[in-house]
């Protein structure tokens, strides 16, 4: 069926992005706000926009009822997720199933099967994509899991198996340790998931951590759109992303790829989706998990393909097969994005909320964002309020871009994470290519030192002025 009229069930940066892919293929828009966001950019620019509910997302961006309400009184004939809120929640397929609107992402059963980690695992291994040895099974006893520990052999992690984003999640180096941190991952899963089963996985040393995008239609034809690196990560949480892996082989492309399009193929899966990947430095991959949603970090997969990756996914949603094959996938030059946190990382990166006195972002690069100067950036959401995406014919071309784009972005009246992201771009670790998860861990002292050299010289040239 042909898409008229697409609800977006979002805010900030990818909403707007939504909106743009839905315009150029003439679909209108209907923005959902809460009563925090009744200014935002996504609300303005919309063709129709409904207020779901107060500032908190439980009430609102979380509230499946009043964003179902708000699509049918608006005769909006989809809804697009974004990603976060409910982008992994099968209640909201369901609840579009029923009411007879397009769920712009996989079936309810594709996010129920791979949103819960053990199962996910399960099924990739019966799939035959490579998994870290591990144990996922249903006695949870403290005995039992020392056990497994002790099998598998530490160091070895423990992770919520309906976790995301590092939430349940813990490092156990010795025996010693692992009563006191299963403790710790299970209280920590319990209030975040209202789920306290965990699995355990061999912790991989130093590990890259790579994923395949993936886009399949409701016709049998899957593609893979290459990988992105993430090893950039604080707390789990990814700072940095780059395409293509500047150690992965084209011959290992293709077997990660291949890995991935026949896992989708064989759980059905429909739209876009992404498979995380653990890299050794062997260069032997281990399924982590699969994102059934857009990633935060597709841009860059979409400057070295030329590829719409929404506009693939409202395409494939209604209904049409993929236009193009597999062969028709190539790439050109290096894409590397940064994410621009309202976050002090002097104060232990402490999300930030008041007004933006001034934005002017650089000119030369991909900016995407929701901002304006003498917005509020309330405190209630995620504190990425910005993504900058530079593209350029060679790594170290992009590199240098995404640092000159850094240096000239204004965002006044906000602490942000904006010279801390130029020094990492800027760490020879990683502007050698060789930045593992391992790396913030190893070098964030130095990182936040010479942020606040920063931002003593920019506070000098301030009081100057």
Known sequence: MAIRRILIANRGEIALRIHRAAHEMGIETVAVHSTADADAMHVRLADHAVCIGPPSATDSYLNVAAIISAAEVTDADAIHPGYGFLAENEALPVACAAAGIVFVGPGAEAIRSMGDKAGAKAL???????CVPGYQGEDQSEAT???EARRIGFPVMIKATAGGGGRGMRLVEREAEFAGLLKSAKSEAKGAFGNDVVLLEKAIADPRHVEIQIMADRHGNAIHCGERDCSVQRRHQKVVEEAPSPVVSPELRARMGQASVDAAKAIGYVGAGTFEYLLDGEGNFYFMEMNTRLQVEHPVT?????LDLVELQLRVAAGEALPLAQEDVRFSGHAIEVRLCAEDPQAGFMPQSGVLA??????FVRVEHGL????????????????????????????RRLVAALEQTVAMGLRTNKDFLGDCLEHPVFAAGEATTA?????????????AEGEAQAAMVAAAV
């Open 302 to 306: 979409e400057a070295i393909t030329g």
């Open 124 to 130: 990739m291994i019966a799939a035959g994509v490579p």
């Open 439 to 451: 790396f913030i861990g190893d070098h964030g002292a130095a990182l936040l030192a010479d942020g």
């Open 372 to 399: 304006r100067s003498g917005l509020e950036v309330p405190p209630y959401y995620d504190s990425m309020i910005a993504k900058l995406i530079a593209h350029g014919s060679s790594r170290d071309d992009a590199r």
């Open 358 to 363: 001034l934005w002017e972002p650089a000119g």
């Open 145 to 147: 899991l020392l056990e």
